[in-house]
C-alpha cells in the first residue's frame, strides 16, 4: 500500500505519535493485499497465525525560499523521526509491537533531507486483531507509494 498523507489523525486512544489513514492498495502498486483487509488505515487480520509485518516512512524535508528565517531555523532544528506499529484488540488500548527511530540533522545549507525507516518483525496475530502505523511529524512524511508502505503476510 503506499501512503497518502491526506488524512493523518491522532490516535484515537493512548498511544504515539499520527496514525496515517489513508494508505492506498492496488494490485498495481508496490504492496499488494493478498487475503488481508484493510479498513480505515488498518491492516484486518483475517485468521489466526504468525504474520510478518512490515513498514517503511520516508521523511522529506525541502525548504521553501519564501519561508521565513526563524520559522527555517525551527524547521531545520533537529527532530526525533519515529515510527510506530500498533496492534489493536480487544483490549481497551493500542499495544505497540515495534518502534523504530533516528534523529535527523539537516544541514543549514542543505535545501532538503531524507530519511527513511523500515522495520519489520513476526508476531502471533489472531483473527480480527487490527494493525497500524502511527509516525512523528507527520507533516514532512513523503507519500510517494515507493517512498512509504506498509503490509503484512501470514507466514504459518
Known amino acids: 500500500m503506499k501512503c497518502d498523507m491526506g488524512r493523518v489523525d491522532s490516535l484515537p486512544r493512548r498511544g ?8 492506498e492498495s492496488s494490485r498495481r502498486g ?7 483487509e484493510l479498513r480505515n488505515g ?6 489466526t497465525g504468525f504474520y510478518y509485518i512490515y513498514s517503511q516512512i520516508y521523511f522529506r524535508f525541502r525548504e521553501n525560499e519564501n519561508e521565513d528565517s526563524d520559522l527555517l531555523a525551527q524547521i531545520r532544528s533537529p527532530k526525533q523521526l519515529v515510527q510506530y ?3 489493536l484488540t ?3 488500548e493500542p499495544i505497540l509491537l515495534m518502534k523504530s527511530a533516528r534523529t535527523s540533522c539537516w544541514s543549514k545549507k542543505a535545501e532538503y533531507g531524507l530519511y527513511s525507516i523500515y522495520q519489520g518483525g513476526v508476531f502471533q496475530l489472531k ?3 487490527r494493525i497500524f502505523v502511527s509516525v512523528s511529524n507527520s507533516d514532512i512524511v513523503d507519500m510517494d507509494k515507493e517512498a512509504s508502505f506498509f503490509g ?5
Open 90 to 92: 480487544n483490549y481497551p
Open 30 to 36: 508496490h504492496s499488494f493485499l493478498y487475503n488481508v
Open 127 to 129: 483473527r480480527d486483531d
Open 152 to 156: 503484512a503476510f501470514m507466514i504459518s
Open 16 to 23: 504515539n505519535g499520527h496514525k496515517i489513514s489513508n494508505w
Open 85 to 87: 506499529v500498533y496492534k
Open 42 to 47: 488498518e491492516l484486518v487480520i483475517p485468521q
